[in-house]
């Protein structure tokens, strides 16, 4: 097929109409009037020789063909805004485009509040955008207008570039009023096992099933051990929430040890080592590969790398508090 005899302009109308509830639903979205999608989608209907998508009894419904071409119609649409933004004059002290970037709710508290005052200082005219990393595919990430997607390396693709930042490894966290480990200078085995637990609701048993298959067997397998004997009765939705809910109750938590400790310097919490293998996570940046080498992406992983560098590392040895 030539493009010369494609109006490309119906891949927008496609995008719409195959994630709307209505073809007035898909107009409205990019500024179309009803029966102007309408006519769009009659075309697309004859181009493709399908329907693409089933409107019956105010329900909608994709084709096969319309569910295969979705993902793919999102990253076109995607690369051609990129495109259609691209320039390679970049100076951040008056540039005012805008970044978006993904990553998780405890990375925005321990790590993405120095990247965000770092671009607020040397790039005053910048909007930045952080949208929620819900551990779903980095492929699925970058269909959504996305930057870089800032994730542990378990999480990551290798469809796209990375640029490591970071590492963290993992606590464990206890209210310090806990009636079962007292003032005790540790958690036994038996105690962190036996006392019930309050976890992520994306950290569940599903979690595990979307980590990329490259993530290292060992720490795949020590972590699966943690997850699998602890008895998990609290659930949250966002990891951010449980130092919160934690506070109380004999309840511990496994959660990342940057963000454990920065907890228990302002809450009445506690901090251990684990008393089983913990894994080490890397945090790393990704991005579409044909972005590589812009001025103004290049610049923004310059801030991000600066921010990590900036992190205090890991101790070896964490005695809490």
């Known amino acids: ?20 509830r209505s073809v007035t639903e898909a107009a409205k979205s990019v500024y179309l009037t009803q029966p102007a999608m309408s006519v769009a989608l009659k075309k697309l209907r004859q181009h493709y020789n399908d ?57 925005e508290l321990t790590y993405m509040k120095d990247v965000l005052g770092r ?21 699925t990430l970058f269909r959504d207008d996305v930057d870089v997607a800032i994730v ?5 693709s290798d469809r796209f570039p990375r640029e490591p930042l970071f590492s963290d490894t993992f ?22 096992f036996s006392l019930n637990h309050a976890s992520h609701a994306s950290m569940g048993p599903g979690a595990t099933q979307r980590m990329n298959v490259a993530t ?13 004997q602890r008895k998990v009765t609290v659930r949250t939705s966002t990891l951010s929430a449980l130092p919160q809910v934690i506070i109380g109750t004999d309840l511990l938590v496994t959660m990342p040890a940057r ?43 310059d801030q991000l790398k600066a921010a990590a560098a900036a992190m205090p590392p890991v101790p070896d040895d964490d005695t809490g508090r």
Request: hydrophobic fraction near 45%.
């Open 1 to 20: 097929m030539h493009l010369d005899r494609f109006n490309l302009n119906l891949f927008v109308a496609l995008d719409a109409v195959l994630n709307a």
């Open 51 to 107: 329907e693409l998508v089933v409107y019956s009894g105010g329900e909608t419904t994709l084709t096969t063909l319309g569910v295969a071409l979705r993902p793919r119609v999102k990253e076109l649409i995607q690369t051609a805004r990129d495109a259609l933004r691209l320039t390679l004059d970049f100076d951040p002290a008056t540039t005012d485009q805008t970044f978006r970037l993904v990553t998780t709710d405890i990375l």
């Open 119 to 139: 671009i607020a200082r040397d790039a005053p005219r910048v909007t930045t955008i952080v949208k929620p990393f819900n551990y779903e595919s980095v492929e």
């Open 152 to 156: 542990a390396e378990a999480f990551a």
């Open 171 to 192: 606590l464990c966290v206890a209210w310090e009023g806990n009636s079962v480990v007292g003032k005790a200078d540790e958690i036994t085995r038996e105690q962190f």
């Open 216 to 228: 290292s067997g060992q720490a795949e397998t020590a972590f699966g051990e943690i997850a699998r």
């Open 259 to 301: 963000f454990a400790r920065a907890s228990a310097e302002t809450l009445p919490l506690r901090c251990f080592p684990i008393p089983a293998p913990t894994p080490v996570m890397t945090f790393v940046a990704q991005w579409q590969p044909y972005r590589t080498g812009e001025p103004a992406l290049a610049w923004l992983l």
